[in-house]
């Protein structure tokens, strides 16, 4: 989805090792070829399952992940459709055609395929490659890379589709849509759905019809099958069933919470036990809606704060529970012992007020929605996570969606399958570009020798087959970022990272990921030769790629924090916060506060010499 400071798109070096797919082509000719189901969450937050250490019940996917293998250094992009594309494509999102989200192009953007925000016929998508070689491809669940009628999933590979191709809109039948400039629409098989059954809601939905598409497929072909859910991104909401399933589960607050997940991740081994956890974002008491630390709220003001992470909570059960179903069907049908199981998520958990995206206004939220808090997650309300829980659901990692951080790209990618390492943490860095790779290598298929790719780019992720068998050597190549201008290198240990205003002051800052993994010091001063080289790597990327920075900057307005009422002294508090945190709104106020004292300066001068021409002696 689109989001507040939605930040950055993000790519990976070197391309599919011909050799690995020749051997895979191989094996294929002396086995069957396996099945794949790619479960992609939308907004789940690292620490959130509770294999992670979260106190959110997820059985399904921790018996995947006993049964397989973490990858606990796993990224996205810190957006919802760059990552999508990435996983489609093998390609960096720009080179997909999704370098940005849609409506959220510079001026100097606009013409570009690279930014289009979505994907282009230029390239080829991981569902054309495996239906070219007899894959039934199946999706269910949020598309988001493709508005025009030619780049839907029924023609870009997918042999039985429903999708919601807009970013987000309520989970329930009454498709009230997350902002006014993206109406959503549904379709089945490339034809459009202009009513949902009463009962809808999204997530079971989904699941519904994914298993309605497995039922009705040929058994004798291997199938590929995207189950894209919209869960647990905003508006948060559940069916009235679920709504108190977590009641009072959050009531000792964020700093409690985050503690425990610390914990929790430091015992399993996912985050290093002498690590330092990222430092929380402080919201200033000049924001309008601050609050006061937790210990000193009142408890109907704690009730209001813990309410939507109670939602959220529940939504990713509810997830849980219908991957489960979809686990049970394959299992009753002898076909899970030979289908790979990939469990992931697009970005960090999201900070995001609705006044983030296109065209919604204060007023057009409180009108429009129900925003009233004792109706959080029921249909016709936009419950959302703020940035103070955002950060403490995120555990260790920095800040969230939106932000080059960790806490926004940093995602659990879990595995279990054929020949995948039980029970294992797999640390080498891997990137959501990796997938199509990976899954090529597993089908037998090679984009060298295959028609589709002839003067199209190939993958440039790496397979991860050995990875998921137990291999846990370095990454060859650096993994690199860049999202509305913000931009990032992780090449080993070492992380690179620049972002602007609220969240940086776009300066390079670098980062020991080994030492320092919550990014709290920079040692850019300690290690200048890295840093240039780093700096370097990301040059060149970018003009290979053929990235055109932002102009002017994109900024995020930071009024969009507060969605409450918002009066002149509101107003006058965000002027000063924006002047606080933007060195452009500082230079702005500097020249203000100069030309106001020049006129003020000319003004006494004009009046001096007025009274002094007044009292001047006169020829008689």
Not at 406 to 429: E, F, H, K, S
Request: proline residues 8%.
């Amino acid at each position: 989805m689109r989001g507040y400071l939605s930040i950055i798109s993000f790519m990976v070096g070197a391309g599919l090792a011909s050799a690995a797919g020749t051997a895979a082509a191989q094996a294929s000719e002396t086995q069957s070829p396996p099945n794949f189901l790619v479960v992609l969450a939308d907004d789940l937050g690292w620490a959130d399952i509770g294999a992670f250490g979260s106190e959110i019940r997820t059985p399904n996917i921790d018996k995947l992940a006993g049964q397989g293998t973490i990858m606990s250094q796993f990224y996205a992009s810190p957006s919802c459709a760059p990552s999508r594309a990435m996983l489609l494509t093998g390609l960096s999102s720009h080179e997909a055609g999704v370098g940005t989200q849609n409506l959220q192009q510079a001026l100097n953007q606009q013409d570009s395929v690279l930014y289009q925000g979505q994907l282009h016929d230029g390239v080829v998508t991981v569902a054309e490659g495996l239906q070219s070689i007899g894959y039934h491809t199946l999706i269910s669940g949020k598309w988001h890379v493709g508005r025009n009628p030619d780049q839907y999933p029924s023609q870009r590979g997918f042999d039985r589709s429903f999708i919601l191709r807009e970013g987000g809109v309520s989970h329930f039948a009454d498709q009230l849509e997350l902002n006014p400039a993206e109406p959503p629409h549904y379709f089945e098989d490339g034809e459009r759905v202009t009513s949902l059954p009463p009962d809808f809601y999204s997530t079971t939905y989904y699941t519904d019809r994914m298993i309605d598409f497995l039922d009705a497929r040929d058994r004798n072909a291997p199938f590929f099958s995207y189950l894209a859910y919209t869960a647990p991104h905003d508006p948060l909401q559940v069916p009235d069933a679920w709504l108190n399933k977590y009641r009072g589960a959050f009531d000792d607050g964020p700093d409690e919470v985050r503690a425990r997940r610390v914990a929790a991740l430091k015992a399993s081994g996912l985050f290093p036990a002498a690590g330092q956890p990222a430092d929380l974002l402080p919201l200033p008491p000049i924001l309008p809606g601050a609050k006061p630390p937790w210990k000193d709220r009142s408890e109907a003001m704690r009730r209001m704060d813990t309410r939507p992470v109670e939602i959220y909570a529940a939504m990713i059960e509810l997830l849980d529970e219908n991957l489960g179903r979809v686990l049970a069907y394959l299992e009753a049908e002898g076909e899970l012992e030979d289908t790979y199981v990939v469990f992931l998520s697009d970005n960090g958990v999201s900070a995001l007020t609705p006044l983030v995206y296109p065209q919604t206004s204060r007023e057009w939220l409180h009108q429009e929605r129900d925003m009233n808090p004792a109706n959080a997650g029921r249909p016709g309300t936009h419950t959302f996570i703020d940035g103070e829980w955002a950060g403490a659901l995120n555990g260790p990692l920095r800040l969230f969606k939106g932000a080059i951080a960790d806490g926004g790209t940093r995602v659990p990618l879990i595995v279990a399958g054929p020949n995948v390492a039980r029970g294992v943490i797999n640390r080498r860095l891997g990137h959501i570009a990796d997938l199509t790779p990976t899954l090529y290598e597993l089908a037998g298929f090679d984009p060298q020798t295959s028609p589709l790719y002839r003067d199209k780019p190939h993958p440039r992720g790496l397979t991860l087959v050995a990875n998921w068998e137990g291999d846990d050597s370095p990454r060859p190549t650096p993994i690199i970022t860049e999202l509305f201008g913000n931009r990032s290198v992780r090449d080993g240990v070492w992380k690179l990272s620049r972002m602007g205003p609220p969240l940086g002051d776009n300066t390079w800052q670098l980062y020991n990921m080994a030492k320092d993994p919550g990014e709290t010091t920079s040692v850019a001063e300690d290690h200048p030769a890295i840093s240039e080289r780093l700096q370097g790597v990301y040059a060149s990327y970018a003009k290979d790629i053929g990235l055109i920075e932002p102009e002017p900057p994109l900024t995020r307005d930071l009024s969009a924090l507060y969605v409450g009422k918002c009066d002149w002294n509101c107003e006058a508090r965000f002027v000063l916060l924006k002047v606080l945190v933007d060195p452009l709104y500082r230079w702005m106020l500097v020249v203000a506060v100069l030309s106001v004292a020049l006129g003020i300066g000319l003004l006494g001068w004009r009046m001096l010499r007025r009274r002094r021409l007044a009292v001047a002696p006169t020829d008689s």
